[in-house]
């Protein structure tokens, strides 16, 4: 919990001036921020841990057709084809 002094202290250091007000307003708001950045260095402390493990994340390649139930269909009903590859324009 941040305290009074601490919030004068940050306010001189930085050439602010604040209300009684406006102090215990910023002590609710900082103490939510302390408590929030808390909570991140929870769920970061956890990651870290895991950074740097090796694990493949690329899925492997698949002939969409070779399984398909109607692939020789679809192959047959395209308009261009060369063998066993359809034909498309050029995206680039």
């Keep these: 919990m941040i305290k009074k002094e601490e919030i004068l202290h940050l306010a001189k250091l930085s050439h602010l001036k604040f209300s009684d007000e406006e102090i215990v307003k910023l002590e609710k708001d900082l103490d939510s921020i302390l408590d929030y950045v808390d909570q991140v260095k929870e769920v970061t402390g956890e990651a870290e841990k895991s950074i740097g493990a090796v694990h493949n994340v690329m899925r492997e390649d ?9 692939s020789e269909e679809i192959i047959n009903e395209f308009p261009e084809k060369e063998g066993d590859f359809l034909k498309v324009k050029k995206i680039l």
Excluded at 62 to 70: D, R
């Design 62 to 70: 698949e002939n969409p057709f070779s399984s398909g139930e109607n």
